[in-house]
């Protein structure tokens, strides 16, 4: 049996990820919620995940910061950002961090489903 | 004329007398002059004190270099400062050597008194000027900076807007695309969960365009001001048809319904219209009729009433008719000791599987209610089963304060008063009336009066609570201790 994947959300405001969670769950995911980059990185110690879906606004640590410790970590984790922000450079950025994705919102669950099966089969 | 008498002029002592004496010339004309010698520290009375011109007086023998001057015209503070030269027939000068003084003019040492002042008043007049300039410069440097300041800020709200806007957009398409899909299960508790993120989130987008579009400019920055202290679920009222509004819902839960095998049934008067925040008093309607649905009983109905209360009193309060909302089932009903409590929130019925709701719903029902100035309460429906009636004044805009609290003199009811006037109720305002005939006046004004007299001993929380209910009349004061 495959074992079941592991995907950290990492949002201040996780009620807006509520959807997805309840996406990921429905396609056979398990789910963990974070609310902020620190402690993201805290939750991936403690339970490692296979792949990170994180937000930009954040306090403590944002998702850009958070996505380069992540990515300092565990080299070969994807991270996908899921950001409201869709300013140019803020897609700079996200590469310049590492990310492997950047999703802007208003976003399709089904699009970052997608995205996940891609680095996760 | 130019007036001297605010100058000060520095005439170097190094002058040996050519024909006038520059100081004493100055000095007549009302100047205040100070003599000091390039090898003093002419600095320091410069720092000393607002110097209008200087006046080099240049030794006849020439026993002054110019390069004595070169600190000061070197130095940017001097430069601003006119200078005038009154040179020696037998000194030829470099005029590059005095390149760095700002609006030097030369004039022979020898020149009469007259061509001096009015010199030296020129120069002064130059210097007003660039100091005018340079101030009209810097003011409009500063104005220019808070401008671009000020123009940063409104770009950063905007910015914060429509990430704010993104970010319910993004929950409101989420889970859109769910239902969209087919991974929600119809009927489900998810997909009520869905419906109402969905209308919670175009609510929430709908009131921060609001915010901006309803200002009288959108390019004012007072707009972005108010924007900022806007709470969140202020009341953004319309006109709206409640009839219309009800069938809308019913539209929306008739799949559910037909999972569960109930019938909608409904009794419209089409003339019931209120001025409400229609997505907040759609929130009640579905809220209501999605509970009538789920608890009602299997293959049973669910019936919603729209109309007119009929008026219970000639006068008053009692006169003005109020827009009934009715939703009943024929489930099992809500048993009587609870009929309060379900409003309570994180209240769940004993039977209530943990899959059907968090117990959150009818608690904003009320809140909603309330901000309308309306009341909500649960009874039993004809026959078997459960009853919410939503009562909503159909109009607050004209006479937002509907009720009156009058007051005795005393400690709660200073309280109160203070709380009323700072707490922006839109229901009561507070009055303490003079005597008898200007009490009478006031209770006739109003919907609605609490009279509190002066010994009132009902604890100030309590009042408070009852006069969130407007319906709440005639308190009682000595039975709500």
Known sequence: MKPQRHILLVDDHPKGLEFLEFRLQQAGYRTSIAQNGELGLEAMQRDPADAVILDVTMPELNGFQACRELKKLYKDLPVIILTAKNEPADRFWATQCGADEYVTKPADPAVILQKLTTYLG | MTSLSNLTVIVSATHRRLGISPAEVLQRAGAETRICSPQLDLWATLADRTVDAIVIAVGEDDSVPMAVYAPLYEDPRSKAIPCLLLLPQSVSLNVASVAGFNAVSMLPADCDESTL??????????????????????????????????????????????????????????????????????GSAAERTHLLRILEAIDGATHLLDSLIGSPSRTDLRAVRRFSSMRPGRVQRTLVQVGRLAREVLSLLQQKANTRDVRLCEDIDESVGVWADALKLKQVVVNLVDNAIKYGSRGGEVIVRVQWSQPTAAVGKGSRRLALISVCDRGPGVPEDLRERVFERGFRGAQEEPSMGQGIGLDLVREIVVQHGGSIKCDAAEGSGAAFHVSIPPDLRERDRQGLLVLRDGETSRLLVNLLGNSDNPHWQAAAPKDDSELAHLVRSCAAAILIPANCETSTSDLLARLGAPETRNVDTGDSR
């Open chain 2, 117 to 186: 002042l009015r010199s030296v008043a020129d120069l002064t007049a130059v210097r007003r000027r660039v100091t005018e300039y340079e101030t009209e410069v810097r003011e409009l440097t500063e104005c220019l900076r808070n401008e671009t300041l000020r123009g940063d800020g409104l770009e950063k709200k905007l910015g914060n807007i429509s990430h704010d806007l993104r970010n319910m957009l993004g929950v409101a398409y989420g889970f859109s695309c769910n239902l969209r899909d087919g991974v929600v299960e119809p």
